[in-house]
């Protein structure tokens, strides 16, 4: 104990805090294991019109932990974006999606099928991202307009001619760019008008309470409207009732995610819902 060792010892770490500490340090360990074990797996949540017709598919990240069995990406994406190894993870996550993107191309039903990825800002912003995303394409040689990458609001609060040329390059490639969580992150609107994006994805804290609070539902209206103006597609994301899809629908939103349309699964599972229909 630090407090046996005399009142000049000064005392850092409480137990709770020491605890913590070690948690965290054992999990960066553990995440470096799943890196070189292979431990990750990508699921994958159906996007759907208004007709239910599911027109694409989000990639999301789960870590299979031998121990802890499925963790869920909010508890190490944080530690993997402090650590170098999101870069790593993150080109395995996107060779793995442009992968799938290049086996669906075979298939007539699947041909058709959108693949979104997320983009960490601290991947998009290592000075060997486009040259790992560009190997990626090669090697994988997936149908790049089918490819959506997803970023966020945070990665436009600096360096915005970095950011503009990077999404330039892949854009180039055929690459569309979609908004994740719009309207939780920065709030300056003047990025929409200089970065060159495809799609705002209004976030599912929105979503969720737009037949509770008049508030939210007009920020959900002014996104639909300002993506409207903006020549940009939207999606909503969290879409949990039907409720919230009828009101989305009457007030112009045509394409939706969230439980109501499927949780994500794994690409067999998805396969098999899309060849049922
Ligand atoms: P996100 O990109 O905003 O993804 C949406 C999250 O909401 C997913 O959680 C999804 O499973 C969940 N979700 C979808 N529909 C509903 C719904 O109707 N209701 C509710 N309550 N939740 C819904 P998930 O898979 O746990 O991912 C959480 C976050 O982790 C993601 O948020 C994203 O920021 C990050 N993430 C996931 N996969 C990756 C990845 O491959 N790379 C990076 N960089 N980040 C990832
Ligand atoms: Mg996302
Ligand atoms: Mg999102
Ligand atoms: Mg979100």
Redesign the pocket.
């Known amino acids: 104990k630090a407090k046996d060792n005399g009142r000049h010892t000064l005392c850092f770490f409480d137990p709770a805090m020491q605890a913590a500490l070690l948690a965290h340090v054992k999990l960066e360990a553990d995440l470096h294991q799943a890196q070189e074990n292979q431990q990750w797996l990508?699921?994958y949540?159906p996007q759907v019109n208004s007709c239910g017709t599911i027109i694409g598919v989000?990639?999301?990240?789960?870590w299979e932990h031998p121990e802890r069995g499925m963790v869920?990406?909010?508890e190490f994406?944080p530690l993997?974006?402090s650590t170098e190894l999101?870069n790593d993870?993150?080109e395995w996550?996107l060779a793995g999606a442009c992968q799938q993107l290049a086996r669906w191309a075979q298939h007539p039903r699947l041909s058709t099928l959108t693949i979104s990825?997320?983009?960490?800002p601290q991947?998009f912003r290592d000075k060997h991202f486009l040259s790992r995303v560009e190997g990626v394409f090669a090697r994988t040689q997936a149908p790049l307009s089918r490819l959506k990458l997803?970023v966020?609001e945070s990665l436009f609060v600096a360096a915005q001619d970095e950011t503009r040329h990077k999404m330039l390059a892949l854009k180039a490639q055929g690459v569309r760019f979609s908004l994740?969580?719009f309207g939780t992150g920065y709030s300056s609107l003047a990025y929409l008008a200089q970065l060159p994006l495809d799609q705002l994805?209004i976030?599912?804290s929105f979503?969720?309470q737009v037949l509770d609070s008049q508030a939210n539902a007009s920020i959900v209206e002014s996104t639909i409207a300002l993506a409207g103006s903006l020549n940009l597609e939207v999606i909503a994301?969290?879409?949990?009732t039907e409720a919230q899809q009828a009101w989305l629908l009457a007030h112009g939103c045509h394409v939706y995610?969230?439980?109501?349309f499927g949780?994500?699964v794994t690409v067999d599972e998805m396969e098999r819902r899309i060849e049922k229909v």
């Open positions: 990508l699921y949540q989000e990639a999301l990240l789960r869920s990406p909010c994406i993997l974006e999101i993870v993150g996550i990825v997320n983009l960490s991947q997803e966020t994740d969580d994805k976030d599912q979503v969720q994301e969290g879409v949990e995610q969230g439980y109501l949780q994500p």
